[in-house]
């Protein structure tokens, strides 16, 4: 079984932090609270000094039966407790690949991105479920590496373990990682046309196709084409995970 410092790449090692580094701190977590509180989705901060949780919000998707304060007392045994093997081992192979990717990104750039990833959880019940986490920077030193990072964590609507991706704010591509290649390849960001946009927002609020249709005033073979081109661009098979790709990847 790997270690604690295998999830602690040696491209972002954070030896100390500087008192400038301590200035941009000041009651960030009181934000990071109040995020929490009308999120959905589980939160929580790791600090790459100190290699562990800094703050774990009460969602319980991320707790596995735990309170707040058991996890962040876990910290990363965490995942050594309920991360099956395999999926351990492709955490590993995350951390990896993203560290080396982060230090190829110019420092005034770093902030701008982040990385998401499917993996898979095995709950107290013995029952596997299968979340999906988007973990971005909040805080680098001095010398560009992150100190502070954020971690979204929310069911995935995927099918398996992996999905690796890195986004880049504002930036239509995407980079996702080929574990047979081991490496990292350009991704065309999806663009929902504007009627897409408009059959998924009345999907996300219930209604059916042939409601849609009359909202629309169009034939629902209509609706049903648009969801068609929709469900192939973003690789799902029906509705709820074509709404779950679209807020997972700022669709909306």
Known sequence: MADLNAFFSTNNTVNKVTVEDTFQTSDYI????????????????IDYQKKGFEYVSDNPVFLNGHSPEEVLEMG?????KYVPQEDLQLLLKINSAGFDYFERIPLEE????????DFQLRTKEDRIILIHQKLTPIFLNSKGKIWKAICIVSLSSRQKSGNITIHKNGCN?????????????TLEKKVLTDREREVLQFSIRGYSIKEIAEKLFVAPDTIKFHRKKMFEKMDVPNISEAIAYARDNNLL
């Open 76 to 80: 990363y045994d965490f995942y050594f």
């Open 110 to 117: 770093r902030k701008s991105y982040s990385i998401s990833y």
């Open 30 to 45: 009181e934000v990071i609270k109040a995020f929490s509180r009308i999120t959905n989705q589980s939160v929580y901060v």
């Open 173 to 185: 591509e995407a980079y996702r990682y080929d574990l047979k290649a081991n490496c990292w390849k």
